[in-house]
């Protein structure tokens, strides 16, 4: 069971990657595809936004990255590990993955006992599920002693949406998969879940968002895959500037807001800033750093 | 996806174009008359109609078969039950299993039966719309509404009930990958242990649907619905030449079936 | 379009019926659920006139949605001294009633308001309803598949519509039956930033053809493009008046824990550093412009 130091150290991540991944679900007759040859390589405690328009096949492809379905071709590798070789399956275990639907996963009569539910079920002893799911409350902002005995659908959206996170990070993922965090979340709430990802983030997990919020992912993110209809049509480090942000645009999606300023300024788009405070931070200063870029 | 519940093909064809209160009639007629009276020339006679019917239908054959592999189990137990359990003089013994001469006709008949009944079904599922169907059900229903029984609205909850269905099950298939991730096990342990496993997929399941219940009655309340009222619909039932024609071939062919 | 129903032409008696009977009025609405101790609503003034276009805000539990429900008469208000929507009494079960013929009301949640087998069978269902005759059903159906660019997926199934898709379904099936006010509550919150756009694009159209329009809304970008806003703060109005005059107040902003528009935002943060932008810019162009006028924003 590990500590809060091990954690530490141990927690760079596991390195996520697809070689060729292709998944397709009856429909009728016909098979629609929703992943077609997806290749990628995500170094451990990589944080990765996913895009794409709904039906490009995101949360296929997040759940297929935890193992929940098994491609019909090609294989996903686990710190370089394919499925079946010795230490796959504990890697596996340590992915951990938030659906978009708080309601999908709470069940419970409490929030602890809701949270407790996946240690528990790794078979973990009784005190370090105690200590992990108090920990994991914490970590998401819900201490125990205020919201412990609440009933999970007493809470409002963003609490839930907090709560199911607990529920994930209560068994000690070395990294996050979350499908959807910030949908139907007001902009506090919202605000209150970017600054738990930004605190684990911090804390050496890595992560894989897919969402349509453009901001949140680019103050998160250092970099982005990006899916329309089932192919990976971009990888790596976000690109703007040299024609980077058509990505974005091309396949329907929208391109960060300091982004757009910068563009609309005709400032240099390598390291336009992550977030207003930062925009406005680079705005104020001496012109003459402007041109660095 | 898909479920062979209330399967659809469409389709262009005679059948297809039959309003669906005649197809719903012949089909029930049929089906009675299958069950009065056991003769294997009557069957032969149904059994011929449904085939000539099939073809009508321009459905392919490979969505028949589909229709009846969900009971191929049952004529598969019915044939063996009879096969071996009728007694009379023994054709045949295999051991302590004698097949008799009778066990051989009951067992080829009432299995012949059973597909002839089934094929009659997917006639109707196979060219009927599951709106049509419910529309069907509701205007013969409508004598039950003296007594009291709300036809209208059941025919509304069993289109609601149908459009549902395929995202209920990607739900259902979503909560239990969610679940699975949290280290929950469906299909392990005995009985009880797995009764308790469900809780975690039937919970959140219960929830989601009660939710969606609320939301659907104030987006319906919301248009104007409310339980009791006349509907008009959009593409009222219309019976024409070619339906009555299909009630006197069904009438004929049972005719013909009885006395032969 | 949605207004298709024939009327008097204008004449004074028109004029001064317009100004005197708006399609909304209330003054002093309580709302209590049923087994709650707390006022969902506690004594809430709204009128919107004619061919406005309000935006609602506030923030979770502030009575927004409950709001939305009392307008399209689909809840009983616990207490009023007036509630009329299209001059329909809401405090009377008949006037209700006629109040859901006369405001259209859009839910959040695309996938729990499709009740058809498909998509053309969706945009029917209000006017069965309204026992309307088969062909003129189907004419007003061929109408609003027009309208809202449903050609190719009239046959479609609901479960495989996109999320734009599905609303924008929803919507039309709103606006099939003709109505005088359309209320939406946060339409766009389970959306992708095209099906966001997809609705808010048929909203406008609606907006341009006079509709009248309250919309509820977290999304502060949204909220701009508003005639006026109405923000509720625990089941009270705690500011009325236009966006800019609303987001021009920062302190009102977060006491309310509404968010700023994106250029908003951006400003404010400028304006921490000691280096404000009056007015307040609540578009990119306005910021853009804003910059460039003064000394640290130019590029070239």
Known sequence: MKGASERAGAASGVAIACQGVSFAYLEGDRGVKALNEVTFSLSAGATVALLGPTGSGKSTLLQAMRGLLEPNEGEVRLDGLSRGEPGFAERQREVGIVFQTPEMQLFAMSAFEDVSFGPRQLGWPTDDVRAAAEEAMEQVGLPVAVFGARHPYSLSGGEQRRLALAGVLAMRPRVLLLDEPFVSLDPVARRELAAVLRALVAGGIGLIVATHDVDHAWALCEERLVLDGGRLVASGPWRFGDGGEADLVQHRLAVPFPVRLWERLGRPLTGAPRSAEQAAEALVAPAARKGSG | MRTAIAQYYPAESALHSRDPRAKFVAVAAVAVALFTRDSFVALAVYGAAALVALAVSRVPLAWYWRGLKPVLWLIALTFVAQLFFVPGRALVALGPLKVSGRGLELASYLSLRLIVLVLVGSLVTLTTSPISLTDAIAWLGRPLRRVRVPTEEIALMMTIALRFIPTLLVETETIMRAQRARGAAFDRGGPLRRARALIPLLVPLFVLSFRRADELALAMEARCYRPGIVRTRMHPLHAGMGDWLLLAIAAAVIVLASLL | ?300
């Open chain 3, 1 to 300: 379009m949605a207004r298709s129903e024939p009327g008097p032409a204008s004449t004074p008696w028109t004029h001064w019926r317009r100004f005197a009977t708006p399609p909304i009025e209330i003054k002093g609405l309580h709302y209590r659920y049923a087994a709650s101790e707390t006022e969902a609503l506690r004594g809430v003034d709204l009128r919107v006139d004619e061919g406005e276009f309000v935006a609602v805000v506030g923030a979770n539990g502030s009575g927004k949605s409950t709001l939305a429900r009392l307008l399209g008469g689909l809840d009983k208000p616990s207490a009023a001294r007036r509630a009329a929507a299209c001059g329909h009494d809401l405090l009377t079960e008949r006037g209700r009633w006629a109040a859901r013929r006369a405001v259209g009301v859009l839910f959040q949640n695309p996938e729990n308001q499709i009740v058809g087998e498909n998509v053309e069978e969706d945009l029917a269902f209000g006017l069965e309803n309204l026992a309307w005759p088969s062909e003129r059903i189907r004419a007003r159906v061929d109408e609003m598949v027009a309208a809202f660019g449903l050609g190719e997926l009239r046959r479609r199934e609901p479960h495989l519509l996109s999320g734009g898709q599905k609303q924008r379904t929803a919507l039309a099936g709103v606006l099939a039956i003709p109505r005088k006010v359309l209320v939406l509550d946060e339409p766009t919150a389970m959306l992708d930033p095209a099906g966001r756009d997809e609705v808010l694009e048929a909203v406008e159209r609606e907006r341009a053809a006079g509709l009248t329009i309250v919309f509820v809304t977290q999304e502060m970008d949204e909220v701009v493009r508003a005639d006026r806003v109405v923000a509720l703060e625990r089941g009270r109005v705690a500011f009325e008046g236009s966006p800019r005059e609303l987001f021009a107040a920062p302190a009102l902003v977060r006491r309310l824990s509404l968010g700023l528009p994106a250029a908003g935002a951006l400003a404010l943060a400028l304006a921490d550093l000691g280096a404000p932008l009056q007015p307040l810019p609540l578009t990119l162009d306005e910021l853009v412009a804003a910059l460039v006028g003064t000394s640290s924003g130019s590029g070239s």
